[in-house]
């Protein structure tokens, strides 16, 4: 049995998920990969159990794809986070098939210890491909989540209005007040 998901924000984009797998909570910050149980979790939440192992090699190779994620969403075009990516997207590739179903894709893996993390590092490409302005940090300045925005507008702000979004309007309340 897997532990429950801890983290305040999931069920974006598995390359945005892996970087969510990081928060702060009160300004302490929290990391749910930091053992296999973990991983197990963050698998398990983005459909990928049963097709790999969580174990330290692949906790390891997944931190790997994450902080070079992180990298390249930080600093977007620099050449020395590209790179990481892509020594990342090395570890795999995509072979074409054809089913009964009609043509199709299949991820292969000479070592399938990088499957998660060449599997969020591919969905970052599709993020980059259909839509790279939306791909989004959390407006609050405490806040490390990320998300991709599919508000019909694109002007989302935060990575929950819940949360994020009523820390910032009760601050600005409070500022306000505080100087009248």
């Not at 930091?34 to 969580?54: I, Q, S």
């Not at 906790?59 to 590209?82: F, N, W």
């Not at 989004?136 to 300045?141: K, S, V, Y």
């Not at 935060?158 to 949360?163: E, H, I, K, Q």
């Amino acid at each position: 049995m897997t532990a429950t998901d801890p983290r305040p924000l999931t069920g974006e984009p598995v390359s945005l998920d892996l970087l969510n797998t990081r928060w702060n909570v009160e300004g302490v910050r929290q990391d749910l990969l930091t053992d296999a149980d973990g991983l197990a979790v963050w698998l398990t939440a983005n459909g990928l159990e049963g097709r790999f192992a969580a174990d330290a090699g692949t906790l390891r190779h997944t931190l790997t794809a994450r902080d070079a994620l992180r990298a390249l969403v930080d600093a977007p075009g620099d050449p020395a986070a590209t790179a990481r990516v892509d020594a990342v997207l090395g570890h795999g590739r995509i072979r074409a098939t054809l089913t009964t179903e009609g043509p199709g894709e299949e991820a292969e893996f000479a070592d399938p210890s990088w499957g998660p993390g060449w599997t969020a590092a591919r969905d970052y490409l599709d993020l980059l491909r259909t839509a790279p302005d939306r791909i989004r940090a959390c407006a609050h300045e405490a806040c490390i989540l990320h998300f991709f925005d599919t508000s019909r507008n694109g002007t989302r702000r935060w990575c929950s209005m819940a949360v994020c979004g009523n820390r910032a309007k009760a601050s600005r309340h409070y500022a306000r007040t505080k100087e009248s």
